[in-house]
């Protein structure tokens, strides 16, 4: 009996660092899915509302915001970069190199948005041409790329500070910003879009005011907490002062594969979104709606992914290879848990989800219904892929 037991100990002892690892996933996951399903929010209440306007209203939105997202996650990219020496900062408890990663990690984020502001803003226009959509859509849709446009030198910064607080452990801080700047862009939705306490109605063009408010909203927020809040992070406004340039070299070594990783995925999409675009603004509006119910069952991925990346970090700063190891599998096990389910919800009520966004429009329901059972198959899969990425940026 003896002997019994002390061949199981090792397997218990497993058991148990396993248990406590997920219990840290966990932890770590729950704020940045909750995160990432309020981010999303702010597109999907767009969607919802600008639906009630009719769908060419709806394909313009669903264009320009994914052309306008498509670019800063692309250059949100030198955040991956920066969360992983991050991570390995705290790691090994080195709390002035954390520091002075987050300052410069900041400052690569205000220069590439205000390049991103500035080209996004005045090629806006010939985009839209050279898509060759309906007059209508081509005109709304410029509108709403160009206000959403400018405020990019203050959008980029926000997903990068985010980015930091999550490579430190702190998810619930991005948790927290992302409940504000949700809250005030359905708020400024439903008053600038339908005209509401006294405001015009401005339809897209208050869509696209209310996405963009909400999101500077978001920067200056966590950019008081960098600088005056209690967290390991700790910037002086000073520290946007210097450049770094080996350490910028570092950062932007680890975040080139991560960019180009979402420059191969965003160009697909795109690609594929303007191939829709051919078949007329019915099917595009199908697409949306699709693309917009799909988009909640990557939350779950992003948040263990999120999680993974940072225990990995973390582990690798302190030399615990093992654990950063079993970071990875353990996140992506749980993520795979979470997705299959909602990939079963998909499949099951389609119809249900593609109506909520377009009450009515019975040709619209039926293609985005079939779109979302489609989506529901490849969940699994896709679960495993996003967390393990995640734990390599780590």
């Known amino acids: 009996m ?9 397997m218990v002892v497993l058991d ?10 966990l932890m770590l996951a729950w704020p940045a899915i909750l995160e990432m399903v309020l981010h999303m929010m702010v597109g999907i209440v767009d969607t919802a509302m600008v639906g009630r306007l009719g769908p060419q209203e709806l394909a313009a939105v669903g264009l320009g915001s994914r052309i306008l997202f498509s670019v800063v996650f692309v250059f949100a990219a030198m955040g991956t970069g920066a969360a992983a020496l991050v991570a390995r900062a705290v790691g090994a408890k080195d709390w002035a190199g954390t520091n002075r990663i987050a300052a ?29 959509v309906e007059p209508l859509v081509a005109r709304l849709g410029r509108e709403y790329l160009q206000i959403t446009m400018l405020p990019a030198v203050l959008i980029l910064p926000l997903f990068i500070a985010n980015a930091l607080f999550r490579g430190a452990g702190n998810t619930r801080v991005p948790m927290i910003i992302a409940l504000i700047t949700n ?23 208050g869509a696209a005011v209310a996405t963009a408010t909400a999101q500077v909203l978001g920067c200056l927020l966590a950019l008081g907490i960098l600088i005056w809040g209690a967290l390991p992070l700790r910037l002086h406004p000073r520290d946007f002062l210097f450049w770094d ?35 007329g603004t019915v099917s595009f509006a199908a697409h949306q709606i699709a693309t917009s119910v799909e988009s909640l069952s990557y939350m779950p991925g992003h948040g263990f992914a999120i999680a993974a990346a940072t225990t990995v ?11 950063a190891e079993e970071g990875g599998w353990q996140g992506a096990l749980l993520a795979l848990l979470v997705m299959t389910g909602i990939g079963v919800l998909f499949f099951s009520f389609p119809r249900h989800l593609a109506s909520l966004f377009a009450p009515g429009e019975a040709e619209v329901i ?23 990425a995640g734990a390599l940026r780590g």
């Open 16 to 25: 148990r660092a396993q248990a406590g690892l997920r219990k840290r996933l």
């Open 104 to 132: 410069q990690a900041m400052v690569l984020g205000f220069l590439a948005g205000g390049a991103i502001a500035l080209v996004g803003f005045t090629s806006a226009g010939s985009l839209f041409s050279w898509l060759q």
């Open 313 to 323: 970090g973390q582990n690798l700063g302190a030399n615990h290879l093992d654990e």
């Open 183 to 205: 809250g005030v862009n359905i708020v400024g939705d439903y008053v600038l879009i339908f005209g509401k306490g006294g405001f015009p109605a401005l339809g897209v063009a």
């Open 245 to 279: 340039g080996k350490l910028v070299g570092r950062i932007l070594r680890l975040s080139l594969p991560a960019g180009l990783e979402e420059l191969v995925f965003s160009l697909g999409g795109m690609v594929f979104t303007f191939m829709v675009t051919s078949l």
């Open 2 to 10: 003896k002997g019994k037991r002390q061949e199981k100990t090792p």
């Open 366 to 388: 039926a293609l985005g219904a079939a779109a979302i059972r489609i989506s529901a198959l490849g969940q699994p899969a896709i679960a495993v892929e996003m967390v393990l």
